[in-house]
């Protein structure tokens, strides 16, 4: 732990010591930038990696490249950044916008003719260095909402030659930003059996009080042993409402900072251990994102500075002390909470922990469970500690301890199907149910044989689903057998209700033509503007295949002059 706090600190001594560019970069957007998403903030299973910014609530606004440089890469996906596009700047940064309408003339060109090449929506394109330079104010895109994105807005990050990706505002950006940080909760907890808070073991719930100052600080607390603290906090730029990332977290005890850490610069390797950053119970089951300003085993985020005894304080008996927690914008904007202690030793049995029925899972070994038809493999150090875990299969349902232990590997999961017919061995799936109504949500199946497994990046409920149902498909904006001639778009709507939508297929007159598919409405939409209808006469025909093989078609004729 020593080594791997002082590999932490020298990292973090390197970052500060970068200088970096403050008037190299302009403006992505004409607008004035307003953040909906700040860089760091908590995200599900990562720490977000640029700044989203506000496009007025509408699509295609310009995109202008941040400064010279060449398209190093162009990618269009359903999910993720749906349409993005990466610069290479002459000074080592790469720039990306993503979530993006479509692509300026040139670029729209070769994308399209790399989707009708390879007859796919899906594609990506990298392209030698400098093959496709690009000019300062170049128009390079227009913005939109492709993508896993939750409404019109530009994902815009930097990245390091290394392709860490590095908080936008370290290079100058402006935006508006007085408002103070806002807490909301706070916790402590007790490192191990022999300590505690308020006269109990575990995590303890704290009174948390605003000064008029727009400070805060707690009830006096009563304590003894080795205890660490959480924060839930959120910042907010003048000209929004959304409830952002902080950018600093400092921790103080009797005067001596005990933590720090920033969110300036990560790595997309460490990101998922944002699951042991915060309180992933508490999450899980509150909705509430705290973040531990302690370190515990297996937290190797580089994001830490300044951390004595791994950021836990010592409480002896008959002692008063002072805990402070400063909790700060990038702005300089920044809130405190202060935690009076009274140091008090108890006498009390911790409560003891139910291991009935339970799995016990050694975290640095590799874990095979079997039992039933099923059987489920732990990769060494999916754990981040030695646990106790829930496992059981009944009725062909895997009940995996419920989802409020972070795993830093993905979980295979198999099921043995030989008790099934062979017609119906292809169209079952594993599913994981989510939520209260137990929704089975498709996890990628494979079959090999009478096998199927999946993996899965959490702990919680599996099932085996049968889908025999093909995909619906209506067409939104037009009827069959009519004239389109004044038409710029066909539309369609295409849902499943269990295994969700594989792949699509469209032809007209035989030939394959772009469907672009929006997962959020459901729809896929054929531009006329491809210019790759040229009858008058025209038999459309669209295919949607599910994630277990169900098909359907559609089939229209239209006419066109």
């Known amino acids: 732990m020593k080594f791997l706090f002082s590999a932490l600190i020298f990292t973090t001594i390197a970052f500060s010591q970068v200088e970096y560019p403050k008037d190299y970069f302009r403006s992505p957007l004409d607008i004035e930038l307003i953040p909906s998403g700040t860089f760091g903030e908590l995200r599900t299973n990562h720490f977000h990696a640029g700044m989203d ?11 202008y490249t941040v400064a010279e440089g060449y398209v190093s890469r162009i990618k269009v996906s359903h999910y993720g950044y749906g349409k993005v596009i990466y610069i290479t700047h002459p000074n080592g940064y790469t720039s990306v916008y993503g979530h993006l309408s479509s692509y300026a003339p040139k670029l729209e060109a070769l994308v399209k003719a790399k989707q009708y090449e390879q007859e796919s929506y899906e594609v990506e394109i990298l392209p030698a260095a400098n093959e496709i330079k690009v000019s300062p104010d170049e128009i390079i895109a227009y913005s939109g909402n492709t993508g896993s994105s939750g409404g019109p807005h530009l994902h815009f990050e930097i ?12 290079f100058g950006f402006k935006i508006q930003d007085k408002k103070t940080p806002f807490v909301t909760n706070i916790y402590a907890y007790t490192k191990d059996e022999t300590a505690f808070v ?3 073991n575990g995590r303890v719930e704290l009174r948390l009080i605003p000064n008029k100052n727009k400070d805060y600080h707690v009830e006096s607390i009563n304590a003894y042993g080795a205890i660490g603290f959480s924060v839930v906090s959120y910042d907010q730029q003048d000209l929004a409402v959304n409830q952002n990332g902080i950018n600093t977290l400092e921790t103080f005890f009797n005067g001596s900072k ?23 119970e508490l999450f899980k089951t509150k ?23 791994d950021g836990y304080v010592t409480i002896e008996d008959s002692t008063a002390s002072v805990y402070k927690i400063k909790i700060k914008d990038f702005h300089g904007n920044e809130s405190w909470v202060t935690i009076p202690i009274n140091g008090k030793k108890i006498s009390k049995e911790p409560k003891a922990i139910n291991t009935i029925n339970k799995t016990y899972i050694f975290s640095e070994q590799p874990t095979n469970l079997n039992q039933n038809n099923v059987t489920v493999y732990f990769p060494a150090n999916s754990f981040y500690e030695d646990t106790f875990i829930d496992f059981k299969v009944s009725n062909d349902t895997l009940y995996l301890h419920k989802d409020i232990i972070p795993l830093q590997k993905n979980v295979s999961i198999q099921f043995d199907v030989s008790k099934y017919k062979d017609a119906e061995k292809d169209k079952l799936y594993i599913a994981e149910l989510i939520g209260r109504r137990n929704y089975p949500s498709y996890l990628r199946t494979k079959r090999n044989d009478n096998v199927l497994s999946a993996t899965s990046n959490a702990l919680g409920t599996y099932t085996l689903v049968m889908d025999t149902q093909g995909p619906k ?20 709507k295409i849902t499943d209700d269990l295994s969700g939508i594989s792949n ?49 078609t559609f089939e229209a004729t239209f006419f066109r002059k």
């Open 159 to 170: 990245r390091d030659q290394q392709e860490r990706v590095i908080n936008p505002l370290l």
């Open 258 to 280: 005990k933590f720090e850490m920033n969110f300036n610069r990560f790595s997309f390797g460490e990101t998922r251990h944002i699951n042991r950053f915060i309180d992933y």
């Open 198 to 200: 308020n006269g109990e």
């Open 287 to 309: 909705n509430k994102r705290s973040q531990k300003l302690f370190v515990e085993e297996g937290n190797v985020l580089s994001l830490y500075d300044n951390v004595d005894m």
């Open 53 to 63: 910014i506000k496009t007025q609530q509408r699509e295609g606004l310009k995109v």
């Open 473 to 492: 498909i209506s067409a939104t904006n037009f009827q069959d057998g009519k004239w389109l001639s004044n038409f710029r778009y066909l539309k369609f």
């Open 504 to 552: 699509y297929r469209a032809t007209i007159n035989g030939k394959w033509i772009l469907m672009e598919y929006e997962y959020k409405t459901n729809t896929l939409t054929f531009d006329f503007n491809d210019n790759v209808v040229e009858d008058t006469k025209n038999e459309l025909k669209l295919v949607v295949t599910d994630n277990v093989g169900n098909s359907s």
